[in-house]
């Protein structure tokens, strides 16, 4: 029996090459492996042995050849292809160990050139690979070195591995090569060198490498399985919510991860300290305050009631006063920048509360196609964005009313407008002192999403000023705003109703901003 292993992760692999060498199995390697094999007292033979022809062009071909290739592809079964090997002099091989040079860490550090990139774009160890796993039903191929005790393992008990096992590596290998082709492609397509015009370029084919991080307690319910995958790899490096880390509390559930996400990304969306609780992937509560402390006071007491159960984002590492004011209530999970050890102790007595980490050096954009870009499935397709995320100097304010907006109005406008992105469409948000005293997200009619806000913000909505996703297709929803004492509004504009709506405004004496840009959130 014949192996061969060239890896270029070479955890375990002097291990694996001993024992398959006290099984009787001759091992072939390639340059560094051979040589690390050797080392370790394993009687490795060069791959020059089977092919009769060295390493050439700086190692760039050294296995493509048919004394490898036929080996491994040749059929036991099949007395034609047999007959050929004999004829030809050439040996079967029997198992093949490989994993792939690392493109994944040189495009993950951001001082790689192109040169060195495309120097770490695997040819020969691919196309092994594919043939050991095209061959599986007499080649074993194997690309994790966890595998490599399994292996051993079977061939131990049975003199071979069964063929399930086979076909299961097989089926790992051709993942292996896709997701590694899959990053390949994107760096191609989409890196530092791609069209600029296009940013970023949508391209006819999408290849992305799709990894699983963890399996899931299950989906929305009970009864539905569910796992979560990161974009990318985990050699390149995470981006986003897979990024976080856990520091504490009970496994995540796939309703955890959906507010989790929305809570870090509204949170992350404001400059100044910034604390908010979501529910159902929707704020209840957010404030801004120099005192991440009296952010929190402001984003609980928006609406406390829904809070209850809810999870937390917060822009700012958490310090221990923040820590303690928490600590009050329950909540499902938290995710803030970073921790005070005081902050960390005092949360950690929570013994539910799932205690997350963002990094706060993500990796280069650049690097990171899907990094950019927002992704959701429909059935039989996916749909593919640019995120809502325009810089504030690209929104140009327009008063349209004959009031004009008071300092204090504007910059809570300013903020309402940034936080009703993050709510569902229809959606209204209320603001008052940088705090939201009123949501009305997710209703069939603006003017039904303006009474829910009002009706959360009570006596709040006295002296608020009103952010609205789109614009008034009618005068009702303002109407109902003004009544409540909301002193100035605003929305994108564009509706066909916008004189009224303005006339109704001017009646009351109130201010109105276009803003000529609409947040819908489905």
């Known amino acids: 029996m014949r192996a061969i292993l060239s890896v270029s992760d070479k955890t375990g692999i002097q291990e694996f090459a001993a024992g398959l060498v006290e099984l009787g199995w001759e091992i072939y390697s390639t340059g560094n492996t051979e040589q690390l094999l050797r080392a370790a007292g394993v009687p490795a033979r060069p791959i020059r042995e089977l092919t009769g022809f060295p390493e050439i062009l700086g190692g760039r071909v050294k296995t493509l050849h048919p004394g490898i290739h036929a080996g491994i592809l040749a059929r036991r079964t099949l007395a034609a292809d047999v007959q050929e090997l004999e004829a030809y002099g050439l040996k079967t091989i029997d198992l093949v160990a490989v994993n792939l040079y690392p493109f994944a860490a040189a495009l993950g550090t951001a001082t790689s050139a192109e040169q060195e990139l495309l120097e770490q774009i695997d040819i020969g160890g691919v196309t092994l690979l594919r043939a050991a796993a095209k061959n599986y039903h007499d080649v074993t191929v194997v690309v994790d070195p966890q595998e490599y005790p399994l292996i051993l393992a079977e061939l131990r008990e049975r003199g071979e591995t069964s063929p399930a096992t086979r076909r299961r590596l097989a089926a790992r290998a051709f993942a292996h090569t896709a997701a590694y082709d899959a990053l390949i492609a994107q760096w191609f397509a989409c890196g530092p060198k791609a069209d600029p015009a296009e940013s970023p370029p949508f391209p006819e084919i999408i290849s992305v490498p799709v990894e699983k991080l963890m399996d899931l307690r299950y989906g929305e319910n009970p009864h539905q399985r569910a796992a979560f995958y990161c974009l990318g790899s985990r050699r390149l490096g995470l981006s986003g919510l897979a990024a976080a880390r856990q520091l504490h509390g009970k496994e995540l559930s796939y309703n955890n991860l959906l507010d989790l996400d929305a809570a870090w990304s509204a949170a992350s969306d404001f400059a100044a300290p910034t604390v908010v609780i979501i529910k159902h992937t929707n704020p209840c509560g957010l404030a801004s305050h120099e005192s991440l402390?009296?952010?929190?006071?402001?984003?609980?007491?928006?609406?406390?009631?829904?809070?209850?159960?809810?999870?937390?984002?917060?822009?700012?590492?958490?310090?221990?006063?923040?820590?303690?004011?928490?600590?009050?209530?329950?909540?499902?999970?938290?995710?803030?920048?970073?921790?005070?050890?005081?902050?960390?102790?005092?949360?950690?007595?929570?013994?539910?509360?799932?205690?997350?980490?963002?990094?706060?050096?993500?990796?280069?954009?650049?690097?990171?196609?899907?990094?950019?870009?927002?992704?959701?499935?429909?059935?039989?397709?996916?749909?593919?964005?640019?995120?809502?995320?325009?810089?504030?100097?690209?929104?140009?304010?327009?008063?349209?009313?004959?009031r004009e907006p008071t300092h204090e109005e504007l910059t809570n406008l300013l903020f309402a407008w940034r936080a009703v992105k993050h709510v569902k469409s229809n959606a209204i948000v209320l603001a008052k002192d940088l705090q939201v005293v009123g949501v009305g997200a997710g209703q069939q009619s603006r003017v039904d999403s303006v009474d829910l806000a009002v009706r959360k913000a009570g006596e709040r909505a006295v002296g608020s000023v009103l952010a609205s996703d789109a614009f008034f297709p009618k005068v009702d929803g303002v109407e109902h705003a003004i009544a409540a004492g909301v002193t100035a509004i605003i929305q994108p504009g564009g509706s066909i109703a916008d004189e009224d709506v303005i006339r109704v405004a001017d009646r009351h004496r109130i201010a109105m901003v276009f803003t000529g840009v609409r947040h819908f959130r489905h």
């Open 293 to 402: 402390a009296e952010a929190f006071r402001r984003a609980y007491s928006s609406d406390p009631i829904s809070a209850y159960g809810g999870i937390i984002g917060a822009n700012r590492p958490i310090d221990g006063e923040t820590a303690g004011l928490i600590a009050e209530t329950f909540f499902e999970c938290i995710i803030a920048s970073g921790y005070a050890e005081d902050a960390l102790r005092r949360l950690k007595r929570k013994r539910n509360l799932r205690i997350m980490e963002m990094p706060q050096a993500p990796l280069p954009v650049d690097r990171q196609w899907w990094a950019r870009v927002e992704v959701r499935q429909v059935r039989g397709g996916l749909l593919i964005q640019t995120p809502d995320a325009l810089p504030e100097d690209a929104v140009h304010l327009k008063v349209v009313t004959q």
